[in-house]
């Protein structure tokens, strides 16, 4: 694989959607991802308690 292929990969960002019930996909992305749907369990455990 050339470094060429390389970066255009690394470049590329995929977006998804978070629930409150979390994913194994954002487990995969390790803390960045646990960071993000903690974020949204947060914000969901708001908007329920108003």
Same mark, same amino acid.
């Given at each position: 694989?050339?470094? #060429? *292929?390389?970066? %255009?990969?690394?470049?590329? #960002? *995929?977006?998804?959607?978070? %629930?409150?019930? /979390?994913?194994?996909?954002?487990? =995969?992305?390790?803390?960045? /991802?646990?960071? =993000?749907?903690?974020?949204?369990?947060? *914000?969901?455990?708001?908007?329920?308690? *108003?």
């Amino acid at each position: 694989m050339s470094n #060429k *292929e390389n970066n %255009t990969r690394d470049n590329s #960002k *995929e977006n998804f959607q978070i %629930t409150p019930k /979390g994913s194994l996909g954002l487990l =995969a992305l390790g803390d960045v /991802g646990l960071r =993000a749907w903690r974020k949204v369990k947060q *914000e969901s455990f708001k908007k329920d308690v *108003e």
